[in-house]
Structures are given as structure tokens and as C-alpha cells.
């Protein structure tokens, strides 16, 4: 079993390259071109609609109308593992993710991900600062912001989270834009943090909440705020995967 997950990873490593590399060119067209990074976030959803295409996996969105309910979101979710991003990306919206300065470090994507979204360097008080401004200029421009609120992937025990940090809930009372918290049920099980990079053949799941109005709020709601959104993804998690074990002990 290890070995056909072994295969089934390069696999999905080598599906992750080749597909970027094909679009790479069109990322660059939407990048140097003026007023294209709105068209070059669109190709990061066909990109994950290839990739998980390829790979066979599923993913399975419950509550998607919530979404349409108002033109733009601060969307937050749970974070465990390298999928989080790709699974999100799924979303038939312009997204805009807030994710650590490393991934600016890998060959070519972090080019694409530095300059169609917003890269942080959490342990750097002045990049924390610009990312928060960059992240309210486009809300400005209509886009929805993800936000991961635990900070990265921190968690030692998925499903259980890590404590969430404020900024995502500063900044949706700042611009009063509504959060959507959303829970990401089954990534830590498909791929696992753990080093291994190991992928598991399973379906995901994507559960998306009814959208918190945070109208007429200030920064003294954000801790409220903050304990509610935690607690609506925390049981979701803990409710999925006691499925999991229930059916794996049947």
C-alpha cells in the first residue's frame, strides 16, 4: 500500500509541474501586463481543476450559495495541509490568498504566487504591516481575501486547531466586509503534514458557513469574532473525521 502511494505522489507531483509549466507563460501574460492579475487568479482555478482532474480526487463543496450572498467575503479556513490552497482555489470567485513568504521561495511559482497574491513573513513586524495594507487595497478593488488565521500549518494534532490570530478579523471590521468561515474536512488526510509527502486517494470536502456581518463593528468585536469563527470550524472538523474513524472501526 505504502508503495502505490508512493507512486500515486510522484505522480501528483509530476501532474503539479508539468500543468504549471504549461500555463506559465499566460501566468507572465496576466503578471507584466497592466490590469491582467484579475485573469491570472481565473487560470489558478483552471489550473486546480486540472490538477485535481488528473489526479482523480474529488472535491465535494456543500453550501456554495452561501457565497452568493454578497459580492466579496474575508474567507477563512483551516489549515493542515499543501492541498488547502489548491482545494480553495476551486472557488468560482476572484481570490486573493494571504500565504507565508517562503512560497516565494520555490523556482517560478513563488514568482506567480508573490505577485497575484500576498506573501508575509509572520516573524517580520514590517512585512505583517505591508501585507495588511496590500490586503485592504485589494478589497478596495473588490476582490475576497483568504485568510488562514492559524498562522500557516501549525497544528501538531489535525483535526484539532491551532489558536486562531486576529488580523483577518481586523481587517474585515476595518473595511466592513463579512467573514465566511470555511472548513477544509479531509486535506490533512489526502496530504498529510508530516514530512512523508505522501497522497492518499480520497474524496475532499469543502464546507462553507453562513457569512458573519460584522456591520457596525469595531476592533473590540474581534476577540467575539474571532472565538465564533474558531468554534463553527472546530466542530465541523471534529464532526467529519469522527465519521472517519467511526466507518474505519465498522
Do not use: C, W
Given at each position: 500500500m505504502k508503495v502505490l502511494r508512493r507512486i500515486y505522489s510522484i505522480y501528483g507531483t509530476?501532474?503539479?509541474?508539468?500543468?504549471?509549466?504549461?500555463?506559465?507563460?499566460?501566468?507572465?501574460?496576466?503578471?507584466?501586463?497592466?490590469?491582467?492579475?484579475?485573469y491570472g487568479r481565473m487560470l489558478n482555478r483552471l489550473w486546480s481543476k486540472i490538477f485535481f482532474g488528473l489526479l482523480l480526487i474529488r472535491v465535494r463543496?456543500?453550501?456554495?450559495?452561501?457565497?452568493?450572498?454578497?459580492p466579496q467575503y474575508v474567507i477563512i479556513a483551516n489549515h493542515f495541509s499543501y492541498l488547502d490552497i489548491p482545494v480553495l482555489g476551486l472557488i468560482p470567485y476572484d481570490l486573493v490568498f494571504i500565504g507565508k513568504s517562503?512560497?516565494?521561495?520555490?523556482?517560478?511559482?513563488?514568482?506567480?504566487?508573490?505577485?497575484?497574491?500576498?506573501?508575509?513573513?509572520?516573524a517580520s513586524l514590517k512585512s505583517r504591516g505591508e501585507s495588511i495594507l496590500r490586503?485592504?487595497?485589494?478589497?478596495?478593488?473588490?476582490?475576497?481575501?483568504?485568510?488562514?488565521?492559524?498562522?500557516?500549518?501549525?497544528?501538531?494534532?489535525?483535526?484539532?486547531?491551532?489558536?486562531?490570530?486576529?488580523g483577518a478579523f481586523k481587517v474585515a471590521v476595518d473595511k466592513q466586509i463579512p467573514?465566511?468561515?470555511i472548513t477544509l474536512s479531509y486535506n490533512h488526510l489526502i496530504l498529510p503534514d508530516d514530512g512523508k509527502f505522501l497522497l492518499r486517494y480520497k474524496s475532499a470536502k469543502v464546507v462553507i458557513h453562513p457569512p458573519i456581518p460584522v456591520e457596525g463593528l469595531g476592533h473590540k468585536s474581534v476577540p467575539e469574532l474571532k472565538d465564533r469563527s474558531f468554534r463553527i470550524i472546530q466542530e465541523q472538523l471534529l464532526c467529519d473525521n469522527a465519521l472517519i474513524v467511526t466507518s474505519s472501526k465498522s
Open positions: 509530476l501532474v503539479f509541474i508539468f500543468t504549471f509549466l504549461l500555463l506559465l507563460p499566460i501566468f507572465i501574460i496576466t503578471i507584466e501586463i497592466p490590469g491582467l492579475k484579475k463543496f456543500e453550501n456554495l450559495q452561501y457565497l452568493k450572498k454578497h517562503s512560497l516565494t521561495k520555490i523556482p517560478l511559482f513563488g514568482y506567480m504566487f508573490k505577485n497575484l497574491h500576498i506573501a508575509v513573513n509572520r490586503t485592504r487595497e485589494v478589497l478596495s478593488q473588490g476582490s475576497s481575501v483568504v485568510f488562514f488565521p492559524e498562522g500557516g500549518i501549525s497544528s501538531p494534532q489535525p483535526p484539532q486547531m491551532a489558536r486562531f490570530k486576529d467573514i465566511i468561515p
